[in-house]
């Protein structure tokens, strides 16, 4: 199984691993490489960012699922309550919307090397404070 690379604001280097625990989601996510999106910073959900797939729906059930992924837990809410979404936390949250908590399918764990968690809190920081970043998700082998 290969690794996921991920550049968030063109200058921000992130690799992670998939979670075997959650093979549909894995199998969704893999359909929707390479990813070009906007990360946004979440409105509800605490020190994560997002990137909202509105109607979206990936066609998958919970699996691995958490409402509290930690810092560097990639995870997918396959819509349903509310729309669609990755969620890339970069601190503690909850996974959540206007109409209350969600659960998240956890699929990939950031790989810790040197300087990752700065770069996380970077990540947070920009959407944050400068708004929308760019995030190029790929997986390579």
């Not at 797939?53 to 990936?58: D, I, K, V």
């Not at 998240?104 to 996380?120: K, S, V, Y």
């Amino acid at each position: 199984m290969g690794q996921l690379e991920i550049t968030v604001g063109g200058d921000l280097h992130f690799s992670a691993r998939w979670e075997s625990d959650a093979p549909h989601t894995i199998e969704a996510i893999r359909r929707m490489l390479p990813i070009d999106s906007k990360l946004i910073h979440c409105r509800w959900s605490g020190e994560s960012t997002w990137i909202p797939y509105g109607e979206f729906r990936p066609g998958i059930d919970y699996e691995n699922h958490t409402s509290h992924p930690a810092p560097g837990m990639l995870a997918m809410y396959p819509g349903g309550i509310s729309e669609c979404e990755i969620f890339f936390p970069y601190g503690a949250c909850t996974t959540s919307s206007k109409v209350g908590q969600l659960a998240a399918n956890h699929f990939a764990t950031i790989e810790p090397d040197d300087g990752w968690q700065d770069r996380l809190r970077e990540v947070g920081r920009r959407a944050l404070w400068e708004g929308a970043q760019s995030i190029h998700i790929d997986e390579v082998e």
